[in-house]
DNA sequence: GCCTCCATGTAATTGGTTACATGATTCT
DNA sequence: AGAATCATGTAACCAATTACATGGAGGC
């Protein structure tokens, strides 16, 4: 199966629920909107992928010429020899960390507060991550689900620390 | 200028000095690498794209055909430019954590066998990091250097605590 | 009637990886 | 002589974003 991130993405959300390509793109852009992304424009191709290959198919149809996805016991299967492969993960991307790396090139107090905004991004989304881990743990429906928020809770605020404690830094040197 | 964010991370590079295509290739390689990566098959089509914008110039040529770079005035100011416009960060990819997701689909002794794996390679990184720490604060060339270089320490050291905490959760589980 | 949300698709373009291709210099 | 490293480039392909395009259903 020559099927790419996005394919055992498409198969583990399917997993869980059949799903039409409208919900799983709302998926994407709601609970996984920080792991991993995906529009329309590429889930659908996709999906008609999925199928011709056996790896999903489908199980209705619904209003407004909706059709609804189930995985089959290939994609299952796909799913779970995807998910016992290790190898190396692809390092990651990150505009803002890069933008970090020159910072030298701005004067320190724009350096500073560039920091601070950066802070401030990562306590809003660490705020978000909160709301939400207080509604999970009322009834706590899946323990993965906690999981996975809480490398989210942890990830965020140590990075609103690093860039508060960053802007300090350039704030001092520049005082000096 | 249409230029992407790979020009603009070799207009950062060659800000610092002046540098031929292949040096270039081994920054990414090696002290760019987890913020972003690049292979030399992008970076020369994207340095001849930066020359006929008239953002770099050629500075010399070295052996062996080596052709240097450096930035000139229009390509510094562009540097800047897109250092300070502030958009809304592209949500990160990570194929881990998406796999995080879908742990569930795996018995519980061998999902947390997988985040085990996921923290022995998360210290790992923290190693790396802290030995180059080591050398870097003898005679601190960079200020930016160790800013950047304790942003990746404070993550490093924050995933391996979550996936040692979350290996726990589903042991404890498992053992119910 | 108009706006919003539901719902699916294709086309054009950009960004990025892998593979192909070549040649000089240095080290053993 | 052979291997590793330096050095540059092109071609083919895959992944992803943005724009184009269409239509149904429900609320105001």
Redesign the pocket.
């Known amino acids: 199966m020559?099927t790419?991130?996005?394919g055992h993405a498409l198969l583990g959300l399917l997993a869980e629920r059949d799903m039409?390509?409208?919900?799983l793109?709302?998926r994407f852009d709601r609970s996984l909107a920080h792991v991993w992304?995906?529009?329309?424009?590429?889930i659908?191709?996709e999906?008609?992928k999925l199928l011709r290959e056996g790896l999903i198919e489908q199980s209705g149809a619904?209003?407004?010429?909706?059709?609804?996805y189930a995985v089959t016991a290939d994609g299952r299967a796909e799913l779970v020899r995807w998910m016992r492969e290790d190898e190396a993960a692809?390092g990651l991307?990150s505009e803002t960390m890069l933008r970090v790396f020159f910072l030298w090139t701005l004067p320190p107090a724009e350096a500073a507060r560039y920091l601070r905004e950066e802070q401030r991004r990562h306590q809003a989304q660490l705020a978000r991550y909160e709301s939400y881990s207080d509604e999970l743990s009322q009834n706590s429906p899946d323990r993965m689900a906690r999981i996975a928020l809480a490398a989210g809770l942890r990830s965020e605020r140590a990075m609103a620390e690093w860039a508060g404690w960053a802007a300090d830094e350039l704030d001092a040197a520049a005082s000096e």
Chains 1, 2 share one sequence.
């Open positions: 020559t790419g991130t996005l039409t390509g409208y919900e793109t709302r992304s995906a529009q329309h424009s590429q659908y191709p999906l008609a619904g209003a407004r010429g909706a059709k609804r692809p991307r």
